[in-house]
């Protein structure tokens, strides 16, 4: 199995929305537990912080173990190949979502929804580029955004070289027809840019290249990969590179992958050579808005997570072992369920250790960054 996390709307080759597992910084064979109590705990966490009761969180906490239960027992009855085809289309969701919502409800899904479908690099090009002597350019926003040519002023005359032969590495772990297609596009201009609070610490840059016209625009992502945090209870990688790492296990476990998925090895001004994957910046990635779901909609959230884990799970691993393993009575929902809110009290007194040490100025924190 693959160790992964979290579920969001994705694109089809053929640009349709499905809902599958994302995040793959940490993914490496692993105990399909591991996955599916980290799932669990993170809506006991997320029901606490949007304040529902005992009896709503122990609905949703329970959903999770038994959606993933029996979605596993379905998906190990499939042959291979009907496994592999099965995902969950957006349009899917939205009927069911339809049949149970509040009109407010609904209305949220369908703004979320037209917001991750208009996110693609055209979008990325009306908002992070300008133009400038008549060349398209990223806009310097520090510390958020920095163009490399700001980045490496005294290199400046090795940085289109340099940005090439990246190009050329990771042409190399593309498909044919993906080579191909990239071939269609031409380097324009390249920038770091920040990226969640998980990869503090780690390099992530964009890359703008052109097709046809300005019109015609590609924003690739390179983000570094480095050991996955599980190495030391898993054992390292079957991968030589990290970035490699996560591209395997995304296209292994997600229903549908990014077509421009690949993997570099490159060396930096400082000597060092490091692993980095590489994929679209934006391509119709979207998230649920956890923080403002009810109880109700939360619960359904619940068990589309848990089922398309459960599917991961089946394409990655034995599902007819865990199947078997977790058979048809619900004592895997109720541990799960009891699992979870022992975390999310843990969870809470962390919280309040650390809020203590900053009072005590034994830590700095900064808000509204």
């Not at 190009?167 to 190399?172: A, L, N």
Request: proline fraction near 3%; charged fraction near 30%.
């Amino acid at each position: 199995m693959r160790i992964c996390r979290t579920s969001v709307p994705s694109r089809l080759p053929d640009r349709r929305l499905v809902f599958s597992i994302n995040d793959f910084d940490e993914t490496l064979p692993g105990p399909f537990e591991w996955d599916v109590k980290r799932l669990v705990a993170s809506f006991a966490v997320a029901g606490r912080d949007r304040g529902f009761s005992d009896k709503e969180r122990a609905v949703v906490n329970v959903t999770v173990g038994r959606s993933y239960r029996e979605a596993i027992r379905r998906f190990a009855a499939m042959k291979n190949l009907d496994l592999w085809y099965t995902r969950v289309d957006v349009d899917e969701i939205a009927a069911q979502l339809m049949n149970e919502a509040t009109a407010e409800q609904r209305t949220r899904f369908e703004r979320n929804r037209a917001k991750t479908v208009s996110k693609d690099s055209l979008k990325a090009l009306g908002k992070l580029t300008e133009t400038v002597d008549g060349e398209l350019r990223i806009v310097s926003d520090p510390p958020v955004v920095v163009p490399i040519d700001e980045l490496f002023k005294e290199r400046a005359h090795e940085l289109d070289d340099f940005l090439h032969g990246v190009i050329r590495s990771y042409r190399r772990t593309l498909s044919g027809d993906r080579r191909r297609l990239l071939e269609r596009f031409r380097y324009v201009h390249a920038a770091r840019k920040v990226v969640g609070v998980g990869s503090v610490g780690t390099r992530a840059f964009i890359m703008l290249l052109l097709g046809r016209d300005g019109d015609d625009p590609l924003f690739l992502q390179f983000k570094e990969a480095e050991a996955s945090v599980l190495e030391p209870f898993l054992g390292k990688s079957e991968f030589a590179n990290h970035g490699q790492r996560v591209v395997e296990g995304q296209r292994l476990t997600q229903a549908a992958s990014d077509i421009m998925l690949g993997w570099i090895r490159a060396e930096g001004v400082d000597s060092v050579k490091r692993d980095f994957y590489v994929r679209q910046l934006w391509d119709a990635k979207g998230s649920a808005i956890v923080e403002l779901m009810e109880p109700n909609v939360m619960t359904h959230y619940a068990k589309i997570c848990a089922a398309e884990l459960a599917r991961a799970h089946a394409r990655s691993g034995d599902g007819v072992a865990i199947a078997s393993y977790l058979g048809s009575g619900d004592t895997f929902d109720q541990a799960l369920a009891q699992f979870a809110e022992t975390y999310a009290d843990q969870n809470e007194r962390d919280y309040n250790t650390l809020i203590d040490a900053v009072k005590a100025g034994r830590i700095t924190a900064e808000s509204d960054v």
